[in-house]
């Protein structure tokens, strides 16, 4: 029999951790192993725990550098931008088994992986758009409890309020991941965070958390915002 860490839930749903609190995991949808790579535990009767890696998951860093608010849950409708392959849609796929995760890609390559990724998850809506043109997907993606982004641009910001405004629900919550040197390659990053955050304000948000992502990730913060 494998050797596996005792799982222990969290006071984030949906994620547990072990007796160390060295690593996060989630219970894996299905039972088809490893996502991108990540390390698998196989229990008897059937479950499985991927462990999440933070070095290539923001969310995942997040957790290891103590968000407060997680507003994921078992039926959470989520609006994912910049999903990539599905590296992290994959842990919120996991989380919200029984919502939906509506995940926006521009990029035909990452977006076949997604699609084959979808296949075998029934709670993931792949959506080959982009993020800024939110008309291009009005159509599909209802009001949603939760809008992410994780968009590497100039105006990443501006995306993820335009996004908010549309989709997110009064109450609900949306997490950016802001990547100063998209932003600006010049300026300190600490201003550009600033800047981000009063932009948000400005927007009408209420800015809950500013996560630093080092060391897991350089020049970014995580801002988690609430719709009110
Ligand atoms: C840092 S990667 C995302 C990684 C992913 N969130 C994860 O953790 O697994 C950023 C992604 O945003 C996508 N992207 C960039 N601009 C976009 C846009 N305007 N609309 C939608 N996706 C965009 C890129 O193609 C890229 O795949």
């Known amino acids: 029999m494998s050797n596996h860490p005792k799982f222990i839930e969290t006071e984030y749903f949906g994620v547990y951790t072990d007796e160390n609190r060295s690593n996060y995991y989630t219970k894996g949808l299905t039972k088809r192993g490893s996502v991108y790579g990540e390390k698998t535990y196989r229990l008897p009767g059937g479950i499985m725990y991927r462990q999440w890696d933070p070095y290539r998951s ?4 997040c957790l290891h550098k103590g ?7 078992e039926d959470s409708k989520v ?11 994959s842990h919120v796929s996991d989380i919200c088994a029984n919502g939906y995760v509506f995940s926006v890609e521009i990029s035909a ?4 992986d997604l699609l084959r990724l979808a296949s075998k998850r029934q709670n ?7 993020a800024r043109k939110v008309r291009e997907y009005v159509h599909i993606v209802p009001e949603v409890d939760v809008v992410y982004q994780d968009i590497a641009q100039r105006d990443q910001a501006e ?3 335009k ?5 997110l629900r009064r109450g609900g919550y949306g997490l950016i991941m802001v990547k100063a040197r998209s932003i600006d390659v010049v300026r300190d990053p600490k201003d550009i965070f600033k800047d981000v955050e009063e932009y948000l304000k400005d927007s009408g948000y209420k800015v ?21």
């Open 109 to 112: 390559r990452p977006f076949s």
């Open 58 to 61: 923001k969310l995942g860093a």
């Open 163 to 167: 996004n908010v405004d549309v989709f």
């Open 124 to 130: 993931i809506f792949p959506i080959m758009a982009d």
């Open 79 to 89: 609006l994912y931008l910049g999903a990539a392959s599905g590296t992290t849609v």
């Open 208 to 228: 809950l958390q500013t996560i630093r992502l080092e060391p897991y990730e350089k020049d970014h913060i995580a801002i988690i915002i609430q719709k009110v």
């Open 67 to 73: 968000i407060k608010y997680w507003p994921f849950k």
């Open 159 to 161: 995306i993820f309020a």
